[in-house]
């Protein structure tokens, strides 16, 4: 790895968010899963030479304090609205994984000039039009995170990063970021009704990536955010689960590379 | 002294391989429930508690479990329904109402009102937080568990004192207009007992609402402990704890002989006994425990302290066997798990002459002015049941109660939980005896 990212706070819309930071170039707006940041990976790497990421680490998730008065992935994109604007960084490319798609559709469907470019990665926040968002608050915590990848056996950067065996600060981390997730997503489970309604009409470019093997999010929800935001593209990838990032790290560098130079 | 009586009202139809199968009785398929058996048996548990009134018991306990066979309870306030009107003096004691769970405390307040008026004055209200596998069944968000829990405590108790009518805009509950037409026949309001699994954060709350707290089952280490912990903290709000503060409920199965009580007692660990309530998964949801809870079981993957058994925690983090099922294997551990908590007096089996005296000890060492026997569980017969809980009563409950009197040990109706005043800077009077058991390790 060349890129040492830095974790810093940012003050900003009252919170005290940690924030990582890194690369160089024109930022992106990451905007990590219900699991937590994972760390610095791979395809953070490939794509760090062009471009700066800023990821906030989401409150109640171990880095960030939780706050309070956030109810609901709508009040928390609320938020991040907020601290964009007072940085003065609208409008950005943003990434969002999973429940962080939520988060960024929110953020879009409220301020339809805050990103330049939004892709999300297997996003939840929308009902499926067809099958279900899987209920990974009703798993253990290893088999929620055995099924975020088609094959961990074969997904060596998985391995890396969560290890043989889960440590005591790791099953911490876990449980700080799936108790928040059930905090703000709880009911109805990690979607909003009215999500959909209030995108119609954004005309922020947005490529919608998922993997074809993803047991989290179905393309229920890929095919029902396609239906709510006009234009929007679709980049499958074979083979993969709910992180192609991880799972297929030059792939997804590759699409999201062309998507965003587009 | 109060001798209460307790049946989780088990379903006693399922085969065993079924809930061995699945793990847990958490989960299993309602296609097996046999609607003509359930509704005698329904029959049945009233009728059981009503000879409970009928042998001497001060009370009968009621709880409830959601979607699950090891309790046909499922809502326990109908059932104090029915008993409030059949009895005539036994105690209804309701361990208790899941609040976080059920989401509606002016309507819990409503129902609970109408039994404790039906009954005329008998009823003890309890309070749960819900286990972790009901915050699924009834989509109760776990990580609001706690406060949803105090919130809705706090909204019945005003709800009954209050007078009405008035607006509540709380944090989750909200009620545009609270003026109950049904109030407790007891004023202010129906006694608090409260059961757990020794969450030290609900005992902490106990002691400072100076309501009993009962052990269900619990190992007694730990319980010592935690009643220490009630009475430092009782100590702070001004109070000495005593044994009014405390109760304690054990599984018992009592027989004419030593055999026929350990054959019955077996049905205490039929499918897996409590330790397989509900798998893993279901045991642990996000945000139901607290941080501070969390960390310790991170760290020691193991807590009895907790309710939660060192299996299910590690499980959650490592993952479990996956492999085919070895029935007799299985079996064999759950009875060597049986006579490990009859060792532990976890479990007490066998004669009225030969229980006597374990109770006895268990009364000593935690001096408890509550004590309740939780009646056998699994597909044991009617008159079985009733055998013991005869037993019991006959020979029993009469060395208890006169044990109580010459250990000066009162009940939470001889002298109030909190009434006994402690000036600050006083150190407070022991509340364990732990001589009576050396091997407690304190």
């Keep these: 790895m060349v890129t040492t990212p830095k974790q810093e706070i940012v003050r900003a819309a009252g919170a005290e968010m940690g924030v990582v930071r890194g690369g160089s170039g024109k930022p992106i707006l990451v905007l990590h899963d219900e699991l937590g940041y994972p760390g610095w990976l791979e395809w953070n790497e490939g794509l760090a030479r062009e471009r700066s990421f800023v990821i906030p680490l989401q409150p109640g998730f171990g880095q960030t304090e939780r706050i309070d008065w956030i109810r609901s992935y709508r009040d928390l994109a609320g938020l991040y609205s907020q ?11 943003v990434i969002g994984f999973s429940a962080g798609g939520y988060i960024a559709a929110e953020m879009a469907a409220a301020d339809p000039n805050i990103f330049s470019h939004m892709v999300l990665v297997a996003p939840m926040g929308i009902k499926p039009a067809a099958g279900e968002i899987a209920d990974f608050l009703a798993m253990t915590v290893r088999n929620h995170l055995l099924s975020t990848v088609a094959d961990a056996a074969k997904t060596p950067e998985f391995t890396k990063i969560y290890g043989a065996q889960m440590t005591p600060a790791q099953f911490e981390a876990f449980e700080d970021a799936r108790s928040e997730t059930a905090r703000i997503g709880w009911e109805p489970f990690m979607h909003n009704p009215s999500l959909p309604h209030l995108l119609r009409g954004v005309k922020i470019p947005t490529l919608l990536v998922w993997g074809t093997r993803d047991a989290i999010v179905p393309r229920g929800c ?6 709510a935001i006009a234009g929007a593209q679709v980049a499958l990838c074979e083979g993969v689960g709910h992180r192609p990032e991880i799972e297929s790290a030059a792939e997804f560098d590759r699409i999201v590379s062309k998507f965003l130079a587009s | 002294m109060q001798i209460g009586y307790f049946t989780e009202r088990p379903y006693r139809w399922l085969p065993e391989e079924v809930i061995l199968k699945n793990g847990a009785f958490f989960a299993v398929s309602n296609k097996l429930y046999d609607r003509e058996r359930a509704a005698d048996d329904y029959h049945y548990y009233l009728d059981e508690n009503c000879y409970a009134e009928d042998l001497g018991f001060d009370v009968v306990a009621l ?6 066979p090891i309790c046909m309870g499922s809502v326990m306030n109908v059932e104090a329904s029915v008993l409030a009107y059949r009895t005539k003096r036994v105690r209804l004691v309701l361990i208790g109402n899941p609040l976080p769970v059920i989401k509606h405390p002016l309507r819990m307040a409503e129902e609970l009102a109408e039994i404790d008026l039906i009954s005329r004055g008998r009823l003890v209200t309890g309070w749960v937080r819900g286990a972790g596998s009901e915050q699924f069944f009834n989509n109760a968000n776990p990580a609001y568990n706690r406060e949803m829990f105090n919130e809705a405590h706090d909204f019945i108790v005003q709800a009954w004192t209050r007078p009405g009518p008035w607006r509540y805009e709380g944090k989750h509950f909200h009620y545009r207009h609270v003026n109950p037409w049904a109030l407790p026949y007891q004023k202010p309001h129906p006694p608090m007992w409260i059961p757990g699994t020794l969450s030290p954060e609900t005992v902490e709350w106990c002691a400072e609402h100076r309501y009993p707290y009962i052990g269900l089952g619990t190992p ?7 009643w220490d912990f009630y009475a430092d903290e009782a100590a702070k709000h ?13 599984a018992t199965a009592v027989a004419e002989t030593e055999e026929k009580a350990q054959k019955i007692a077996e049905g205490f660990v039929y499918g897996g006994g409590q330790n397989a309530f509900s798998a893993p ?16 079981l991170a760290k020691q993957q193991t807590s009895a302290w907790l309710g939660i058994s060192g299996e299910k925690v590690r499980e959650q983090m490592h993952g479990g ?8 294997d299985v079996r064999r551990k759950l009875h060597a798990a049986l006579m490990r908590g009859q060792q532990n007096m976890q479990v007490i089996v066998g004669t009225p002459k030969t229980i006597i005296p374990k109770i006895k000890t268990i009364m000593g060492t935690l001096r408890i002015g509550i004590f309740i026997i939780l009646s056998i569980q699994g597909p044991v017969a009617d008159d079985e049941r009733r055998t013991s809980m005869r037993l019991f009563a006959e020979e029993v409950i009469p060395e208890l109660k006169a044990y109580a009197k010459e250990s000066g040990i009162l009940d939470p109706f001889q002298r109030t939980p909190g009434s006994v005043k402690l000036a600050a800077g006083t150190k407070r009077a022991p509340v364990v005896n732990r001589e009576l058991m050396p091997d407690l390790g304190k």
Aim: aromatic residues 10%; contains cysteine.
């Design chain 2, 281 to 296: 998964q279901f045991t642990m949801p996000p945000g139901y425990n607290s941080k501070a809870a969390i960390r310790i």
């Design chain 2, 321 to 328: 066997d996956t492999g085919e099922i070895d029935y007799t």
């Design chain 2, 220 to 226: 007694l280490g730990p319980t010592c402990d935690l």
């Design chain 2, 238 to 250: 001004g109070y000495q704890a005593g044994p009014e503060n405390f109760g304690y409920m054990v």
């Design chain 1, 83 to 93: 601290i964009v604007r007072e940085l003065g960084a609208a409008p950005i490319d």
């Design chain 2, 63 to 68: 709880n409830e479990h959601h979607g699950n």
């Design chain 1, 222 to 227: 890929i095919d029902a955010y396609r239906a």
